[in-house]
């Protein structure tokens, strides 16, 4: 199935989860809807919620709430994006103007912190006991992930397992927890849970290390805001730890002097982009998440051949092929 196919086939899908993040975003504080609207709308992909629809229709679900719960995962998403521009300072997201650069810091964490709850009060609203006990590990995890993230920054010395594991818990947690849920509400036999579960894993952490190496090789038009963030952030990625661990001690200390530099200059960051090229740093983070990606496909073997299936092989193989 081609790109455009694959698209075709889930329209209808993200065209009832956006309906879904439309009536749910209420609240009698207009803002909230504002700021809401504004994150939700600018661009995303629909990554989590598609895949939590996904896994539900893979796992034969039946009920009707696979749109309603496949929001969580969404809100969740919009709230921490919401949380990431406030600390990382960032004024574009997605191509446009970001909500705190437009409504200011406070507003973006507070209305994070309703989406925050949103998300719960959809699975406390269900009734669904071991959902919502899921979901609060998952967001436990990911809050976790962030603050390892920023303890981090600027980290020269972080090593490649460090490096995963911040991956994992800031942004594999929640891809997972869709497709794995996706098999719970479905009441799924636990080999299979077990396989949604390794499935997600597998893909988010292929997702993030894609997500680290376009920041380096995509253009500001493709990315949707400006390349070299997470080096002017003091981020350290996989394409740069593999760097580090092979370079000359001279290379090693003018990319610190460029980290150390502020604000981060283009031709200090085409400096360093040029030092990861010389030692294929872009070369690694691509071919473990191709391997990431293998072992997602792999866990899909737990399921008998069908459409579904034949969507959730084509978008794990879109998220090494995008650009954006």
């Known amino acids: ?16 989860i956006d309906r879904e993040l439309e009536r749910n975003l209420t609240s009698s504080v207009p803002l909230i809807a504002q700021v809401g609207k504004h994150i939700l709308h600018s661009g995303g992909k629909r990554l989590r919620p598609l895949l939590f629809v996904l896994s539900s229709r893979l796992c034969d679900y039946s009920g009707n709430n696979t749109y309603p719960f496949s929001i969580i995962f969404e809100y969740l998403h919009a709230a921490t994006l919401l949380h990431d521009d406030v600390v ?62 920023l303890i981090q920054s600027d980290n020269l010395e972080l090593t490649e397992e460090e490096y995963l594991e911040v991956v994992r818990r800031k942004t594999a947690v929640l891809i997972a927890g869709a497709c794995h849920l996706g098999a719970v509400i479905a009441n799924t036999p636990e080999p299979q849970e077990r396989a949604l579960l390794g499935f997600g894993h597998a893909l988010g952490m292929a997702f993030q290390l894609i997500d680290d190496n376009l920041d380096y090789e995509a253009t500001a038009e493709e990315l949707g805001k400006p390349v070299g963030g997470d080096l002017r ?39 360093v982009k040029g030092i990861i090229g010389r030692y294929g740093g872009l070369d690694a983070g691509r071919e473990l998440a191709k391997r990431y990606v293998a072992e997602a496909q792999e866990a899909l073997a737990a399921f008998p051949d069908s459409p579904t299936k034949s969507l959730l092989l084509e978008l794990s193989d879109y998220v090494i092929e995008r650009r954006k």
């Not at 329209?11 to 009832?16: A, H, I, P, S, V």
């Not at 003091?234 to 530099?261: F, N, W, Y």
């Open 1 to 16: 199935m081609t790109n455009g196919r694959f698209f075709e086939a889930i329209q209808d899908d993200l065209k009832k």
């Open 233 to 271: 952030e003091g981020k350290v990625t996989l394409p740069l730890i593999h760097t580090l661990s092979r370079c000359t001690p001279e290379e090693c200390q003018r990319i610190r002097e460029i980290m150390d530099a502020a604000p981060l200059e283009e031709a200090g960051f085409a400096e």
């Open 88 to 149: 990382d300072n960032a004024d574009i997201r997605r191509g446009a103007t970001s909500a705190n650069a437009i409504w200011g810091n406070s507003a973006s964490v507070l209305v994070g912190d309703f989406l925050l709850a949103k998300s719960f009060w959809l699975a406390t609203a269900h009734r669904h006991q071991r959902l919502l006990e899921l979901l609060s590990t998952i967001t436990t995890e990911m809050a976790e992930g962030e603050v390892l993230e």
